[in-house]
């Protein structure tokens, strides 16, 4: 079989991203992000546990034990590090960049999972799978983040075009970091003897996350005002409850099995493929042209992959 199911997961996530990226950038333009991220994480936060009780309900209700506090810091710090400093990131890129452009920069995603994969749970990957990492980032690079490329992005009033650039790098360092988190939570459980259900494991990262932008909020002084920024705008109240179901309940929680399969620095790489769905996406839904570069970093992205689901075969 040319793709395990590892791998299967992984594209069905990416998918999910990208298909969300549309309605968040979007949703960013209408309201501010701290406000937007108030009704998605408690929209998906609900979500979650609606579905962890139907899908497992017995290894839901044991993630709320003494036994699990190890999977609470692991994978509650990565929902932190992904879905409140991260997806800050991630959105404030796409609102200044636009989908298309802004999602290129996930493809340093993949280093920082290599990285920190590397220190926290010792995965390693051969040349050949390095190889493969670095067809693919150089090929989607090459779809949307060239200088006749970067001279069409038009300004949206959010920042300059460096400072976009400068926020997608953040974000992907952020997501790359977190998966490794997640891995090392899962193991850390399974040692301990009290393995996390993959549906727990997306519930800690997503409540974790929830919980730290109301907290946050409230010391601020800002809960009350970023609900009133909300409801002044029913059109960004609508795209980001769109937006939530794809991301983070679809995509985290597909995430979360990929890397149940795959090394988390391969998981990332597939992940990094946002850019390619969400050109194809703006091509099929919003009628945005595909050039003759685009296609070849599709292809150069797409042999990357190939690469690194054979590499162990060479």
Request: aromatic share 12%.
């Amino acid at each position: 079989m040319f793709l395990s199911a590892g791998f299967m997961y992984a594209f069905a996530a990416t998918a999910c991203w990208a298909i969300a990226v549309f309605p968040f950038t979007t949703a960013s333009r209408q309201v501010p992000v701290n406000s937007m991220n108030h009704l998605r994480l408690l929209l998906s936060t609900i979500m979650v546990a609606i579905a962890s009780l139907l899908i497992s309900p017995a290894s839901f209700a044991h993630i709320f034990s003494a036994a699990y506090v190890s999977g609470w810091l692991w994978l509650g710090g990565s929902g932190i590090v992904a879905l409140v400093a991260g997806d800050f990131f991630s959105f404030r890129s796409y609102a200044i960049l636009s989908p298309k452009h802004g999602s290129v920069l996930t493809t340093l995603s993949p280093a920082a999972a290599l990285l920190f994969g590397f220190i926290l749970v010792n995965e390693k990957i051969n040349w050949i799978g390095i190889a493969g990492m670095l067809v693919t980032i150089i090929g989607v690079m090459s779809i949307s983040l060239g200088r006749s490329q970067r001279n069409t992005i038009p300004d949206h009033g959010h920042g300059s075009v460096f400072k976009g650039i400068l926020y997608g790098i953040f974000a992907a360092l952020c997501h790359g970091g977190a998966l490794a988190l997640s891995k090392k939570g899962f193991i850390e459980q399974a040692m301990d003897g009290h393995p996390v259900h993959w549906t727990g494991a997306s519930f800690m990262r997503i409540a974790a996350a929830m919980l730290t932008i109301y907290f946050i909020s409230l010391v601020r002084g800002k809960t009350k005002e970023a609900w009133q920024q909300l409801a002044a705008s029913k059109e960004g109240v609508k795209n980001t409850m769109v937006g939530s179901v794809f991301n983070p309940v679809l995509s985290v929680t597909l995430s979360m099995i990929t890397i149940l399969y795959i090394d988390v620095a391969v998981a990332q790489t597939i992940f990094a493929l946002v850019p390619l769905f969400a050109l194809l996406i703006a091509f099929a839904v919003y009628k945005e042209k595909i050039t003759v570069r685009s296609m070849l970093g599709v292809a150069a992205a797409l042999a990357g992959v190939v690469l690194l689901i054979w590499r162990n075969k060479f």
